[in-house]
């Protein structure tokens, strides 16, 4: 298995949480060896991304705009942010992570009301308890 970095920028990631990419941006992920096709498929791994942000969404500048997936096609739209401060852009990123880590995101209403698949949740729930 391949070993992905747990630091990024000089900022230690939370428990669980590696640097999968840093084409295009940077994304994070949460325990890629729990997703790894078998116990979970590829398609559920928990990330953050931080991509550059059309100009004009941080007022008009180049910024960074940071998504929060509970799942590949589920975005956590309450948690998306967008930054014209790199440094800024990397603690949200952490503080995101860490709250996820600390059980303190309710990984329900990331999806849209019906959506809500009830069976993973609480696997990934249990995966993030230990």
Do not use: K
Not at 8 to 33: A, F, I, M, N, Q
Not at 52 to 74: M, P
Not at 98 to 114: I, K, P, T
């Amino acid at each position: 298995m391949t070993e992905h970095p747990t630091t990024y920028d000089g900022r230690e990631l939370p428990d669980g949480w590696v640097v999968w990419s840093e084409e295009d941006g940077v994304v994070l992920c949460y325990r890629p060896e729990v997703f790894d096709g078998d116990s979970y498929p590829r398609a559920c791994l928990p990330t953050l991304t931080v991509s550059e942000a059309d100009v004009g969404t941080v007022g008009g500048q180049e910024g960074w705009r940071v998504t929060f997936y509970v799942e590949a096609d589920v975005p956590a739209r309450n948690l998306e942010s967008v930054f014209v401060d790199y440094d800024e852009t990397l603690d949200y990123v952490v503080e995101v992570a860490s709250r996820f880590v600390d059980g303190e995101l309710d990984l329900r209403d990331m999806y849209a009301e019906g959506d809500v698949r009830e069976e993973y949740v609480e696997r990934l729930e249990r995966e993030i308890e230990g």
